[in-house]
């Protein structure tokens, strides 16, 4: 069974870094594309980024492109999201979950109901 663990979160000042952490137990990710999602207080859980199990496939949200990069170590069977020039709307629990795929180069952040694992979730403020 696959088990996730997010870390990395933390209270940060508006234009600080931060890189999340989401390392497997269980099962290596080989067969899985990852995706981290975010859900802040009153709001439904979106989807921040993706990258495909060959990680030639990535996908960004709109309000990340540009700050945010999503990479992948399957030796380490770890997916990591750097986040930089952190914004105050960036405060959310962030989420990751794991999409068994035989497609090797694709990955959605459209359709959480694909993400069949998830991790429990760190909590990322951006306040000064």
């Known amino acids: 069974q696959l088990q996730l663990v997010e870390s990395g979160g933390g209270v940060v000042q508006p234009g600080g870094s931060l890189r999340l952490s989401c390392t497997a137990s269980?099962?290596?990710?080989?067969?899985?594309?990852i995706g981290w999602f975010r859900q802040a207080p009153g709001k439904e859980r979106e989807g921040v980024s993706c990258?495909?199990?060959?990680?030639?496939?990535?996908q960004y949200t709109d309000s990340v492109k540009g700050r945010f990069t999503i990479s992948r170590d399957n030796a380490k069977n770890t997916v990591y999201l750097q986040m930089n020039s952190l914004k105050p709307e960036d405060t959310a629990v962030y989420y990751c979950?794991?999409?068994?795929?035989?497609?090797?180069?694709?990955?959605?952040?459209?359709?959480?109901?694909?993400?069949?694992?998830w991790g429990q979730g760190t909590q990322v403020t951006v306040s000064s």
């Open positions: 990258i495909s199990r060959n990680d030639r496939g990535t």
């Open positions: 979950g794991a999409d068994w795929t035989a497609y090797s180069s694709i990955c959605t952040i459209i359709s959480k109901g694909r993400y069949a694992y």
């Open positions: 269980g099962s290596t990710l080989d067969n899985y594309a």
